[in-house]
Structure formats: structure tokens, C-alpha cells
């Protein structure tokens, strides 16, 4: 398989992970992004069989592709769409550092 | 119970042998690209077991085949050039929607945060190199070793 351009490092991920440590949180959340082979069906495919192409893409970081799966609303989830735009908001905010 | 964990290239290539014709005819797994002659003889022997025995269940004694859910995310990202018409997305998506009794599905979650934090952050590779690893080698890494918990 072709090496994923936009591949994450290890060790920024681990540095990131020792930096949630100290850190506060401002509405006492934190998200873990949890997809199991349910959530996986529902989030990676549309309807007509399609995938998702908002997150099945190659040109994005492979975790972001698994938060938007992980957050995507589809009927089987009990949130409403905040929480996708808000971790959009932030991710957004972030790249845009 | 000793479980065999496929990382992205194995499993596309495990796919690619479990919708092929010949193994519809044969039910056995050969070896192939990254699927070595003893791989094909670990994983025949637990697909055989579950023909078998019809278990289906996460805690088979024979063990499992598995993969994260990330790796069929990786696929996803790169279908067409993974995939690369030997199977089809119809058939990518009727085995997340139910794979066979000998293999699962692993998810993604809290379960493998602790272990992520401890795994090095460079390996030595078969050529003596030494090479950073990628966060998706980490979290296949990190998956195996969280069926030990």
C-alpha cells in the first residue's frame, strides 16, 4: 500500500497525549473518539452504499477521519449535530494554527 | 487462545483471497503478497476450527482474526488503490456488516489509550534501521496489546 502522505507521527500523538495530563477542561468533557464495528457501518457508508467521502479521503490526517466517523449523527446516535461542528470548529482552529 | 491481529496490508489482502473465487471453491487461505505460507496455515487453522464448531463469540479458545476498525477506516481513505478491483465496496461493506465467526472486528477506543503511551517510539526493522513509527503501526500495536487486558 502506498504510504498515506498526510500520516500522523507517533510521537506527536504521544506528546499530545502527555499534554492532556495538566490540562483543564473547560466543560469537565473529554471526548475519546470510540468507533466500534457498528458505529463504523453507519458512519463509513451513506445510504446508496457510497462511502462517506468526507472522511474516506486520503488528503486528510487518518485520526480526523476517525473523529468525523466517530461524531458523524446518524440515527443510531443519541447527539444532535453540535458536537460534529463543534469538533470541526476546533479542529479547524487548530490546523489553522 | 492466541489471537492473529492484521494490520492494513494484511487485511486488504485477506479480502482480496476471502472474495476471490478460489476460495469460495476451496474454503482455504494460500499464501499471498503479504500473506505468508505459515500466516495462511495459522489463519486456516482458526477459520477451519470455527467451520467446525459454528462458534461465534469474542472469546473463542482457538483464537480470532483480527483487525481494528482503523484499518478498514485506512482502506476506506485509499478504496480505489487498495482495493484495486479485487473486491468491491458492496463486498468491503457487507463484511464490516457481518464478518465470519472467525473474525472481529476490534474498536477503537479507551481501551487502547494506555497502551499507546507506552509503546517506543522507534522500532528496529529487519534491515537494522532504525525507523519512527507511524501512528498507525501504534494503534494496531496498541490494539493487539490490549486483548491481553
Known amino acids: 500500500m502506498k504510504k498515506d502522505l498526510s500520516a500522523d507521527g507517533y510521537d506527536t500523538f504521544r506528546e499530545r497525549i502527555s499534554q492532556l495530563e495538566p490540562m483543564e477542561f473547560e466543560e469537565d468533557f473529554l471526548w475519546i473518539a470510540y468507533l466500534d464495528r457498528e ?25 480526523h477521519s476517525v473523529r468525523l466517523l466517530s461524531l458523524r449523527p446518524t440515527d443510531s446516535r443519541w447527539w444532535d449535530d453540535k458536537c460534529y461542528t463543534q469538533m470541526i470548529e476546533i479542529y479547524e482552529a487548530a490546523v489553522g494554527q | 487462545m492466541t489471537d492473529i491481529l492484521l494490520d492494513t496490508n494484511v487485511l486488504a489482502d485477506l479480502l482480496s483471497i476471502f472474495f476471490s473465487e478460489n476460495y469460495r471453491a476451496s474454503r482455504r487461505f494460500q499464501p499471498y503478497q503479504t500473506i505468508s505460507r505459515e500466516l495462511a496455515r495459522r489463519i486456516n487453522q482458526i477459520v477451519l476450527w470455527h467451520d467446525d464448531n459454528g462458534y461465534d463469540g469474542e472469546d473463542s479458545p482457538q483464537g480470532l482474526i483480527i483487525s481494528s476498525s482503523f484499518a478498514f477506516v485506512e482502506i476506506a481513505r485509499q478504496f480505489q488503490a487498495i482495493a484495486n478491483d479485487r473486491f468491491t465496496l458492496a463486498q468491503f ?3 464490516i456488516a457481518q464478518p465470519p465467526p472467525w473474525f472481529f472486528i476490534s474498536a477503537l477506543d479507551e481501551s487502547i489509550l494506555k497502551h499507546l503511551s507506552y509503546l517506543p517510539g522507534e522500532v528496529i526493522i529487519p534491515n537494522g534501521r532504525v525507523k519512527s513509527i507511524e501512528l498507525a503501526d501504534a494503534l494496531h500495536i496498541a490494539t493487539a496489546l490490549s486483548r491481553d487486558n
Open chain 2, 93 to 95: 461493506q457487507s463484511f
Open chain 1, 39 to 63: 458505529d463504523l457501518l453507519f458512519s463509513l457508508f451513506e445510504e446508496d452504499g457510497e462511502l462517506w467521502n468526507e472522511a474516506a479521503q486520503s488528503n486528510i490526517p487518518p485520526l
